[in-house]
Every structure is written in C-alpha cells, then in structure tokens.
Nanobody, 120 residues
Framework: QVQLVESGGGLVQTGGSLRLSCAAS????????MAWYRQPPGKERDLVAA???????YYADSVKGRFLISRDNAKNTLYLQMNSLKPEDTAMYYC??????????????WGQGTQVNVSS
C-alpha cells in the first residue's frame, strides 16, 4: 500500500509563504484525485485543494488566489504552494488520495500531517 508523507510545514509570519510537499512511497499515477486538507485546532478537517493529473484544480474559497496545488506524477509528489498566509491558515495540513470528484474527494489514503503556524 502506498504511503504519503507530508513535509514543509513550519512557522511563518503573516504575508509569508510556505510550500508543502507530499511524497508517496510508490506511484501516484493510479490515484484519481489527490488533495490537501487542513484541520485547525478544535475544528473539523476541511478540504483545501484537490486535483487530478489533468484538468483544473479545486480550491476552497478561503484560499483561492493564494494557494496553488500541483502534482508531479514522475516524482510521485503532490505540492501546495501557500502565499499571502494569514493567521487563519494555521492548521495541521494533510495530504490525501482517492476517488471521487475534485469538489468532494473520497480519500482512502492519508498522510500523517504537517503543522503550519502563521503568526500575526
């Protein structure tokens, strides 16, 4: 079974940038949809962005225009470029893969998460 490992989280000031990576232990070609979710402290896990290998990606309204999801099947890696970060972006960020739609993925594989903290 392919495992997903996130990296790239950390502490950044408001307005800063981070790039998250999600490295798979095997090929991601068979994953229809790969996505990023986030879970702020004490809140539910929400979909941030998702994409297939081709086509347009999906972004939550809260990150549209600031975040960019990309997928490199050759490197078996999913990325999330996060720009103009805000304190409300503070959360544990999870990589996930599975079927479904880009608006409503149905993940069957999850990473362990990487923490992002944005200071005001």
């Amino acid at each position: 079974q392919v495992q997903l490992v996130e990296s790239g989280g950390g502490l950044v000031q408001t307005g800063g940038s981070l790039r998250l990576s999600c490295a798979a232990s095997g090929s991601i070609v068979s994953f229809d949809i790969m996505a990023w979710y986030r879970q702020p402290p004490g809140k539910e896990r929400d979909l941030v962005a998702a994409r297939r290998s081709g086509g347009s990606p999906y972004y939550a309204d809260s990150v549209k225009g600031r975040f960019l999801i990309s997928r490199d099947n050759a490197k078996n890696t999913l990325y999330l470029q996060m720009n103009s970060l805000k304190p409300e972006d503070t959360a544990m960020y999870y990589c996930a893969a599975g079927p479904g739609t880009i608006q409503a993925p149905i993940p069957h594989t999850w990473g362990q998460g990487t923490q992002v903290n944005v200071s005001s």
